[in-house]
């Protein structure tokens, strides 16, 4: 433990170490484009290029419910329910007092002291509106009666959205040949993490990674990397077809904002997700950086023993309309969805909840705590600010004392300059 980690909290952080060249190439290849290294991004200095943390511990992903609800699943007082669907908020009046949800058997209905919505930035607001909270004049349409009027549930969309730069490899050190394609490789990374939890089959493979600023005046990391000795496409569904790495780059601070929308008042159905990827003129000229900073990443020394052909773009993608079709054509979500139900000033008309307890404004009785409720999408993944929201939310609950306020330095650039 030390000023920016703690030491025994229940959800286990493991550092990237992998093996493979291509890894430490990225790493070098980052230093010898100009930008800094960094022994901890989860530390001191986040900028840089360096070794990811990740969620695991003995060979197995370290989730919430791995971290906190399996070890007390056994408690008298805590009763957990699966395979049902919410299909709204119970309320008398402005109080809510249970969950109504749909089973195998029909609809049923369940009751507690206080509600604690946590569907995540879709579900979260879909189930909010399901129940009367929202825009009134876009509830009355449904004929849905409104419990609280409350603009902003929905609105405010906020995701990462990355792209993809494929490279191939003329050095057969890839993760190509973890596919059943090739059952003896399988079989033997399944063995090796069945009997010592480690190899392949006990990391996600983004073990490096980096957060860089693109252009100058900007203080704090626009852009963020990770990188996979592979090639996967379609979100991974689609294994790629030789020896090839690519890098996911990500702009941090999206201007684009999108929202989420009742299609029926059927819980069933989902609602209706407009992000709006890349219709601010920041968004799009940061993305085309994004491909030409990476290009100039996987075109330096440390890279070139390995590097083969452009996969993707590709050698025809060059001008800067090309790059923008591209990015429109082949962007995806890093699935950080957040902010539709944003927290704020009750001055403000489009905060849904109160920054002080996750209470939804003008209700009692109802607290939202997820990724939905910030007000802007953090500059990193969301897993971890996610659950220190819940357990700040745990905290206030509880009545617990704050912790007193962080002292540690923080990195801060000597110059704003570029360090491309």
Not at 30 to 35: D, E, F, L
Not at 253 to 278: A, F, M, Q
Not at 326 to 346: D, L, Q
Request: aromatic letters at 8%; charged letters at 25%.
């Amino acid at each position: 433990a030390n000023d920016y980690r703690g030491g025994d909290g229940p959800l286990h952080v493991f550092r990237g170490r992998s093996k493979n060249p291509l890894c430490q190439a990225f790493l070098d290849a980052g230093v010898q484009a100009g930008y800094p290294f960094s022994d901890d991004m989860n530390g001191y200095q986040q900028e840089g290029f360096g070794w990811m943390d990740m969620t695991i511990h003995n060979g197995k992903r370290c989730s919430a419910a791995a971290a906190y609800l399996h070890p007390i699943k056994s408690r008298p007082n805590l009763s957990t329910k699966t395979n049902i669907l919410a299909r709204r908020i119970l309320f008398e009046g402005k109080r809510a007092v249970g969950i109504e949800y749909l089973k195998d058997s029909g609809v049923q209905k369940v009751y507690g002291e206080e509600i604690i919505l946590s569907g995540g930035a879709v579900n979260s607001p879909q189930l909010l509106m399901l129940s009367g909270v929202g825009n009134a004049d876009e509830l009355c349409q449904l004929e849905i009666p409104v419990v609280q009027h409350l603009p902003g549930v929905g609105e405010n969309l906020q995701d990462h959205v990355e792209v993809l730069v494929q490279q191939e490899c003329k050095q057969p050190i890839t993760l190509y040949k973890a596919q059943w394609k090739y059952p003896h490789v399988m079989i033997r990374i399944g063995l090796e993490w069945f009997l010592r939890q480690t190899g392949d089959g006990a990391t996600n493979h983004f073990e490096t990674g980096a957060f860089i600023r693109s252009e100058p005046g900007i203080e704090h990391p626009n852009v963020q990397y990770h990188f996979l000795a592979s090639i996967i496409n379609n979100h991974g569904r689609v294994s790629g077809d030789r020896h090839a790495y690519q890098a996911h780059v990500q702009i941090l601070r999206p201007t684009s904002r999108g929202y989420i929308k009742l299609k029926s008042c059927d819980p069933r159905e989902h609602p209706r997700i407009v992000p709006n990827y890349l219709t601010t003129e920041q968004d799009i000229r940061e993305m085309r950086d994004c491909i030409k900073l990476t290009r100039e990443i996987f075109q330096q020394k440390a890279f070139d023993s390995y590097r083969g052909p452009e996969l993707t773009p590709g050698k025809d993608v060059q001008s800067d309309e090309e790059i923008d079709e591209y990015n429109r054509n082949m962007s995806e979500t890093a699935y950080h969805p957040s902010c539709t139900c944003k927290m704020g000033s009750e001055s403000d008309p489009m905060a849904v909840v109160d920054p002080t307890s996750s209470r939804v404004y003008g209700l009692e009785g109802l607290r939202v705590v997820d990724a939905s409720i910030m007000p802007s999408v953090v500059s990193g993944n969301l897993n971890a600010p996610t659950i220190m929201i819940a357990e700040k939310t745990a905290d206030i609950i509880i009545g617990n004392k704050p912790l007193p306020r962080a002292s540690a330095p923080v990195y801060k650039p000597k110059s704003l300059d570029s360090q491309r």
